[in-house]
């Protein structure tokens, strides 16, 4: 291939496109699996939810796939709405007993002054207290199990001490519990939005494949604080473009083995598995004496070609060895296009310009040229 060359190379943008689309596919079926999933917890609660659309995501463009990616988040989260509303009204038929008595509170009740005063006695509006002990009712109904039960007792002390006639006791138990209430309120929404976001990023990782991509999921699954979700987040990001950069470097290799193949060279089996920095030596059978160095970059898409010598061979046979690949160089651009690979040439030597490398085991080891090639961003 002439004197050692550069190249940068990306995958085409129908390559790209192609993968993209694999992705989003994956992503709608687990939208679909997380919908299927809400349905059946809101039909095992009593409630009702009409049958969904069993979308075709084989012949979808990627256009469609994303917006149906939209439609789905937005139906699994009506599910979801639906859910904590059946949940709330199975609470408040729980919590029967406990609004009626609120309704027996009547008139005003006087309060039990703590010290003797020459005020007036305050009095309570019994109106007032009933809405108010109501209204921390419809919040409690709303929250988790343990929060209930802690605030539901709270509800009936308070409801104790009017009775007793403890209204100064009463107003200040009344006044925590309203606090307490909208503090669990606040909790329980935050909690919510985690879990709404845990449950889209569970979605959006689901096109990762391996172990790396699996973790991501199951600590996704786990998130219940903005600070456990932002970090899972951050994760999937540097996740993504980790496994992108491999996907794309594993593309790239073979389909340069399969275009030096194509141009009859002699290909060893592991240049495949060049997944990290590395070299492979590939051979024309007419020059039996000589050899193609291919080097891949290991921090960006690159590869370097050089011909390289077998053994003792002279000056002259070194430059007729270049020039005679220079073909194979125009051919090799020709075949990663036809394969979704576009490259672009970014360093160049004539033949005869750079002395050869040589080695006598059939195998190159990178060059300095070709170390430093890896160090590129």
């Known amino acids: 291939m002439s004197g050692p060359k550069g190249y940068s190379l990306r995958l085409a943008a129908e390559v790209r496109r192609a993968r993209d689309e694999a992705a989003a596919r994956v992503r709608c079926g687990a939208s679909l699996a997380r919908r299927a999933d809400a349905v059946r917890r809101l039909v095992a609660l009593g409630g009702e939810a009409a049958p969904g659309r069993d979308p075709d995501l084989t012949s979808a463009s990627l256009e469609r796939l994303e917006l149906m990616e939209q439609e789905l988040a937005d139906e699994v989260q009506v599910l979801l709405d639906a859910e904590r509303s059946t949940k709330a009204a199975l609470v408040r038929r729980q919590l029967a007993a406990t609004f009626d008595q609120l309704g027996e509170i009547t008139d005003v009740v006087p309060t039990m002054a703590a010290a003797p005063s020459r005020a007036a006695p305050r009095t309570v509006d019994a109106g007032e207290v009933r809405e108010s002990l109501v209204r921390c009712l419809d919040r409690i109904a709303h929250l988790d199990d343990g929060a209930q039960e802690e605030l539901t007792g709270a509800v009936a002390a308070v409801r104790s001490l ?17 606090t307490r209430c909208e503090a669990a309120a606040r909790a329980q929404r935050e909690r919510e939005r985690v879990a709404r976001q845990a449950g889209l990023l569970v979605v959006r990782a689901a096109d990762l494949e391996g172990p790396l991509g ?30 992108t950069a491999e996907q794309d470097r594993r593309f790239i290799v ?35 004496d000589h050899a193609v160095e291919i080097s891949f970059a290991a921090q960006a898409p690159r590869v370097l070609t050089r011909v390289v010598a077998l053994g003792e061979t002279t000056r002259q046979r070194d430059v007729e060895a270049e020039e005679i690949t220079c073909q194979d160089l125009l051919a090799l651009g020709r075949l990663w296009a036809e394969r979704g690979v576009q490259a672009e040439l970014y360093s160049h030597a ?3 310009e750079v002395a050869l490398k040589r080695v006598s085991d059939g195998r190159a080891r990178p060059s300095r040229r070709a170390t430093r090639e890896r160090r590129l961003p």
């Open 162 to 178: 009017l009775d007793a006639g403890q209204a100064v006791h009463a107003d200040v138990a009344l006044m925590s519990v309203q």
């Open 214 to 243: 699996q973790d991501i999921r199951d600590r996704a699954e786990r998130c219940t604080a903005k600070e456990e979700l932002a970090a899972v987040e951050e994760l999937e990001r540097q996740v993504r473009a980790q496994l």
């Open 254 to 288: 073979r389909q340069t083995e399969e275009a030096l193949r194509e141009l009859g060279y002699e290909v060893g089996e592991g240049m495949v598995d060049l997944a990290g920095s590395g070299a492979a030596v590939v051979r024309r059978p007419d020059l039996p």
């Open 350 to 352: 004539e033949p005869g």
